[in-house]
T-cell receptor, first 113, second 111 residues
Framework: KAGVTQTPRYLIKTRGQQVTLSCSPI?????VSWYQQTPGQGLQFLFE???????NKGNFPGRFSGRQFSNSRSEMNVSTLELGDSALYLC????????????FGPGTRLLVL | TQLLEQSPQFLSIQEGENLTVYCNSS?????LQWYRQEPGEGPVLLVT?????EVKKLKRLTFQFGDARKDSSLHITAAQPGDTGLYLC???????????FGIGTKLQVIP
């Protein structure tokens, strides 16, 4: 079974731009969670999608949004990028919820200049 | 404020030494997971503990869940350079609620 894939792996943007990250979960997994990882804060939960619906949301500003498609693939978007958005963005898939084993992708490393 | 406090945050030891990493909270969890993350990769699940007082062993790694299900520990015996990585604990509260991660313990095992 193929693992969780994330694209792109690396991204450099400038302040004010927007970015879209993509995540393909393990086949059959319907729950996709997104996390932001920084050295100072660790893994911070962004949101979780299940069957195309946002089921849980973390404490991030509205600039962070996401969606899930009917094939369970998910995207997250960050608008009006700020320097503090530089981080490793991790996607994890599970079934039927994050309470079960989460399988993480390798992450997208975003650098905002 | 971290809901799950991990200590120590950094640990550098010689090969062959033993170590213990702690994960503490004031909240009760239905289960607690331990992950290991290597540079450039996502975290990989090591173990899930669900019963208060439960002890699980994975080769040289021993995981314990506190009796009150508020804390956990990871003990590594005779550490190897291959154990180097970031160790994360994560607490789950059941149902479809989100999982909360600790900040992690960065372990370096020197040959």
């Amino acid at each position: 079974k193929a693992g969780v894939t994330q694209t792109p792996r690396y991204l450099i943007k400038t302040r004010g731009q927007q970015v879209t990250l993509s995540c393909s979960p393990i086949s059959g997994h319907r729950s996709v969670s997104w996390y932001q990882q920084t050295p100072g804060q660790g893994l911070q939960f962004l949101f979780e999608y299940f069957s195309e619906t946002q089921r849980n949301k973390g404490n991030f500003p509205g600039r962070f949004s996401g969606r899930q498609f009917s094939n369970s693939r998910s995207e997250m978007n960050v608008s009006t990028l700020e320097l503090g958005d530089s981080a490793l963005y991790l996607c994890a898939s599970s079934n039927p919820s994050p309470q079960e084993t989460q399988y993480f992708g390798p992450g997208t490393r975003l650098l905002v200049l | 404020t971290q809901l799950l406090e991990q200590s120590p945050q950094f640990l550098s030891i010689q090969e062959g030494e033993n170590l213990t990493v702690y994960c503490n909270s004031s909240s009760v969890f239905s289960s607690l997971q331990w992950y290991r993350q290597e540079p450039g990769e996502g975290p990989v699940l090591l173990v899930t503990v669900v019963t208060g007082g439960e002890v699980k062993k994975l080769k040289r790694l021993t995981f314990q869940f506190g009796d009150a299900r508020k804390d956990s520990s990871l003990h590594i015996t005779a550490a190897q350079p291959g154990d180097t990585g970031l160790y994360l604990c994560a607490g789950a509260r059941g149902g479809y609620q989100k999982v909360t991660f600790g900040i992690g313990t960065k372990l370096q095992v020197i040959p």
